[in-house]
């Protein structure tokens, strides 16, 4: 079975820019979570998508925002980068919303805004 | 807000010694998950602990949840160099929401030498 999938891996984008990012979730899984991750700040929860709806969103700015499709595929973009930005942003899918248990993890999308 | 501490934040073994890790929460949590990142890695899942005053083992980790369930740990005994990463817990932002929006905690970073 394969695991949770993110494009691109690496991505290098000056401020003022936007970035999209890509996940594929676990085959049946309909649960899709994005994480940020930066060595200050740690792991900051984004926002978490259930059949194509929005269930919860963390305290990010409006420039963050994020999409579920009918595949249970996920988009989240970026608008007008800032170097704050620059991040490991991680994907995670599980099989049903609601806390029932493990995340399974993509390896990231490693963001670096100059 | 919500705050889920870890201590220490960094711990340097010999290989064979042991290792603990605790966590603890700023608000009771319905349940607490912990998972290990490599260096270079994503999240792994570990382990789910529900019950107040769970204690569960896997192998060479043991993990136990307060009483209180605002506290949780995990020790290592025997460290390997297979051990190196950074364990994280982590647990619902809402007590009891069907939600997979965690707060994971800071995190404790195992450096084991050979």
């Known amino acids: 079975k394969a695991g949770v999938t993110q494009t691109p891996r690496y991505l290098i984008k000056t401020r003022g820019q936007q970035v999209t990012l890509s996940c594929s979730p676990i085959?049946?899984?309909?649960?899709v979570s994005w994480y940020q991750q930066t060595p200050g700040q740690g792991l900051q929860f984004l926002f978490e998508?259930?059949?194509?709806?929005?269930?919860n969103k963390g305290n990010f700015p409006g420039r963050f925002s994020g999409r579920q499709f009918s595949n249970s595929r996920s988009e989240m973009n970026v608008s007008t980068l800032e170097l704050g930005d620059s991040a490991l942003y991680l994907c995670?899918?599980?099989?049903?919303?609601?806390?029932?248990?493990?995340?399974?993890f993509g390896e990231g999308s490693r963001l670096t805004v100059l | 807000g919500q705050q889920v501490m870890q201590i220490p934040q960094y711990q340097h073994v010999q290989e064979g010694e042991d290792f603990t890790t605790y966590c603890n929460s700023s608000?009771?949590?319905?349940?607490i998950q912990w998972y290990k990142q490599r260096p270079g890695g994503h999240p792994v899942f570990l382990i789910q602990?529900?019950?107040?005053?769970e204690v569960k083992k896997q192998k060479r980790l043991t993990f136990q949840f307060g009483e209180a369930k605002k506290n949780s740990s995990l020790h290592i005994t025997a460290t390997q160099t297979t051990d190196v990463g950074t364990y994280f817990c982590?647990?619902?932002?809402?007590?009891?929401?069907?939600?997979?929006?965690?707060?994971f905690g800071t995190g404790t970073l195992l450096a084991v030498q050979p």
């Open positions: 602990l529900v019950k107040s005053g």
């Open positions: 982590a647990g619902p932002r809402d007590y009891g929401g069907a939600t997979n929006k965690l707060i």
């Open positions: 995670a899918s599980s099989p049903r919303g609601g806390n029932t248990g493990e995340l399974f």
């Open positions: 608000t009771t949590l319905s349940n």
């Open positions: 085959s049946g899984h309909r649960s």
């Open positions: 998508y259930f059949s194509e709806t929005q269930r």
